[in-house]
């Protein structure tokens, strides 16, 4: 396991959560350019994050 900050971690764990949830996932699907772009920006700080720990 990564040492993700506490910020990532709580994050990580509501893009987990609301995908489970039917209704939240409508949601997602409406703002999908938004979540995309999101996910992208987080994606690739842990990269970056991961790459420096090397």
Not at 12 to 23: G, I, M, N, R, T
Request: net charge positive; glycine share 0%; charged share 35%.
């Amino acid at each position: 396991m990564t040492n993700l900050s506490v910020c990532e971690k709580r994050a990580l764990e509501e893009v987990f959560e609301c995908l489970k949830d039917e209704k939240c996932r409508r949601t997602y699907m409406v703002n999908k350019r938004y979540f995309t772009y999101r996910m992208m920006k987080f994606y690739v700080m842990t990269r970056r994050f991961l790459h420096v720990r090397r």
